[in-house]
């Protein structure tokens, strides 16, 4: 059995752990300021004027610490109908703002991906053996987690589909958890964004925010992977790495490669 739970803003009573901090600068980190507070969640800047956030967390006013409070274009928000994800325009009038590279080249298992977001977090229970929820949202934070396989996943009680996601199982202490106030929030491999923070859910019998070496009963986070929905993105003006033009070439080398190995 799998349980999945959507991320939202702090309507939700989940309210908002999103990762254990494994130093100080880890919390409001400097070196993700595209990364904004939306609705009690977030979302992450990927153009000059272009906010990516969860579908369920919806467009609005974008905040980035630093650099202020942005409204939303009346009307610009559109929503991927297969998966959990929406693009919104901001006013930015005069400001230049830092927005991050989407990268949709694959994954592989064991890649290191940073989540970033404006949850809460949360600290080793007692016994050593899970995360407590004990530390308030509001401020940015980042930690690692570690990619490990991509499912396709259905929140069947709510309205939304999350989609092909990124899944993360949480194994050890001081790994990257989300809950609440992440929503919208990024996955950053390498510093370029390839997952929007969406979920958490317990596979099998795995305990919630528990630590898990099991293959098949564990917690995890899931993002909605950037790779497998990228026709969204290009549809809607945004830039993603490699362009198909470079994939193109990529192919074209790798076929006269091959060639050369067949003679």
């Known amino acids: ?10 309507s939700l009573s989940l309210s908002a752990l999103a990762v254990a901090p494994g130093a100080t600068t880890d919390t409001n980190t400097p070196d993700f300021n595209f990364v904004g507070s939306l609705n009690g969640a977030s979302g992450v800047l990927v153009g000059a004027d272009m906010v990516l ?15 202020g409070s942005f409204n939303m274009v009346a009307g610009s928000a559109v929503s991927d109908p297969n998966s959990d994800l929406t693009l919104f325009h901001i006013n930015v009038g005069a400001a230049i703002l830092p927005y991050v590279t989407i990268d949709v080249s694959a994954m592989h298992f064991g890649d290191t991906v940073t989540m970033v977001g404006f949850g809460g977090s949360g600290s080793l229970n007692i016994i050593n053996t899970g995360y407590d929820i004990n530390i308030a949202a509001g401020t940015r934070r980042k930690a690692n987690g570690i990619y490990e396989f991509t499912e396709f996943v259905q929140d069947v009680p709510s309205n939304y589909l999350a989609g092909l ?25 390498n510093g370029m964004l390839v ?31 950037l790779s497998d929905n990228q026709m969204f993105l290009r549809n809607n003006g945004v830039a993603v790495v490699p362009e198909p033009s470079s994939i193109a070439i990529l192919s074209l080398g790798a ?9």
């Open 1 to 10: 059995m799998r349980l999945i739970f959507l991320l939202g803003g702090l």
């Open 53 to 67: 956030t969860a579908k369920h967390v919806g467009g609005g006013t974008f905040t980035m610490p630093g650099y």
């Open 165 to 189: 996601s990124l899944i993360s199982p949480l194994r050890t202490n001081g790994q990257a958890a989300l809950v609440g106030g992440d929503s919208g929030g990024g996955w950053f491999r």
């Open 195 to 225: 997952g929007t923070s969406a979920f958490i859910g317990t596979w099998g019998t795995g305990g919630t925010y528990a630590f898990s070496s099991s293959n098949t009963d564990f917690f995890a986070s899931g993002a909605i992977s």
């Open 255 to 263: 076929l006269a490669l091959l060639r050369r190995k067949r003679k």
